[in-house]
């Protein structure tokens, strides 16, 4: 399952930021965009974060985030456990 970045998933775009105590505020009144912004924005006013704060880190760090709090790749697992599974025959039934 691929996380949509269009469409708000269930609880709003949600980020904690523990090495600061920080949480994105309003999560289910934020876009991706805006999200991605103010995780941005919070990196770059705190100095042991701005090693951190490019977008392309910050929208890899909100993904991730919002994957592991909606259990995603436990939900891919199962989608792909429950596909039929193509048996092939051993080299001496053929």
């Known amino acids: 399952m691929k996380l949509s ?3 708000t998933p269930t609880g709003g775009w949600q980020y ?3 090495s600061t105590n920080w949480s994105l505020p309003q999560p289910l009144s934020q876009t991706w965009d805006t999200a ?3 995780i941005y924005k919070h990196r ?3 100095p042991v974060l701005k090693s951190r704060a490019g977008v392309k880190t910050v929208e890899s760090d909100l993904e991730a985030y919002t994957k592991a709090r909606l259990h995603m790749r436990e939900v891919e ?3 792909r456990a429950s596909q ?3 048996k092939r025959g051993c ?3 053929s």
């Open 16 to 18: 904690y930021e523990p």
């Open 84 to 86: 039929p599974q193509v």
């Open 5 to 7: 970045r269009t469409k």
């Open 77 to 79: 697992a199962e989608v």
């Open 36 to 38: 991605v912004e103010l």
């Open 91 to 93: 080299r001496s039934c």
């Open 44 to 46: 770059l006013a705190n």
